[in-house]
Every structure is written in structure tokens, then in C-alpha cells.
């Protein structure tokens, strides 16, 4: 039986798992609530305030090497972030900066012309009326927990939203939140 490979748009306040471990509180959303196909799991992961791009699969070599931060394998962020960020910002981000013990490995950073055609999210964002917001695209070849949010917290940036558009050459095109698809041969070239 060949391997299956599906691109999900995980939508905000979904959990990266097909079951929720959290005993006592209201069960939360996850997968299981949007992919009701057997023995597939997710590549890496996205935190629960975390929107975008999740690939699943049945083929643990490949979810492996997607996963292993040794094969630095890009993926793509859009990032929303309190104020604009200036050149200086940019480029520490851009060169990597310490966050907790651990210097991030460089990355591709800029700053958007414009804003990302997204779903509105629910919640909203906070707003304020003084405090301007702006979006960056960020790849990064490593995933260290809550990374791009520590990171934009360390030049003074804090993340208001966050949505990985792309892993690797796969976007997140043509998928609303909750939607899902199956890869072709044609969509898989690692």
C-alpha cells in the first residue's frame, strides 16, 4: 500500500495531535476533528496559537527527515508583529539571535509591502489604536519550540499572529483553515 501525504491548514486553537491529554478542562480541538484518516501524523508540529501549513503522513522515513533538525529543511512564516520593525531588527533576525541559551541559525527575513491574503482569525488579534503592526516573512531551517515568537520577542517585536505558509517548496495555497488535501506525485519532490 503506497504512503499517504496530506497538506492541512491547521486552524487556530487546534492541537497538533489526534487526542487531547488535558483531563479536567473542556476538550480542546484536534485533528481528529478535521482528518478522520488512520496511522497518519503530523510532521513536526504547530503550536496551539499557531496557524498554517501541517503536513501528516504514514511514512516515518520522510517524517523523519522533514523533522530532524540535521537535514535544515526551510519552512515559511508569516509573521504579524507589534510596531514595525526597522533595519536593525531585520537583520538580527536575519543573522540569528539568542533566545533562552541558544543562538538560532540565520534566516531569510523581510518585511512585507503588504499583508498576507489570510482568513480572518478567530479570535481576532488584540489591537490598538496607537500601536501600529506590520508582517514579516520569516524561513527558518531549524523548529525549536515557540522559535519565531522568541525570536521576534528578542528585537523588541513581540508576535501577534503567526501562520506557516510553506515547507519547503509546499504552500499553503488553494486551503482555507480546516481544509485539507491529498499530495499528488506531481506536488511531491523533497
Known sequence: MPYRYILFYKPYDVLTQFTDRNSGETQRRTLKDYILIPDVYAVGRLDRDSEGLLLLTDDGLMQHRLSDPKFA?????WVQV???????AIAALQAGVTIQDYR????????LSTEPLLSPREPPIRFRKHIPTAWLEMTLTEGRNRQVRRMTAAVGFPTLRLVRC?????????LNPGEWRELTQADFRF
Open 166 to 174: 510553506a515547507i519547503g517548496h509546499l504552500r499553503l495555497d488553494g
Open 73 to 77: 529543511h526551510p519552512r515559511t512564516y
Open 82 to 88: 507589534e510596531g514595525i520593525p526597522d533595519a536593525g
Open 104 to 111: 538560532t541559525r540565520s534566516a531569510k527575513v523581510q518585511l
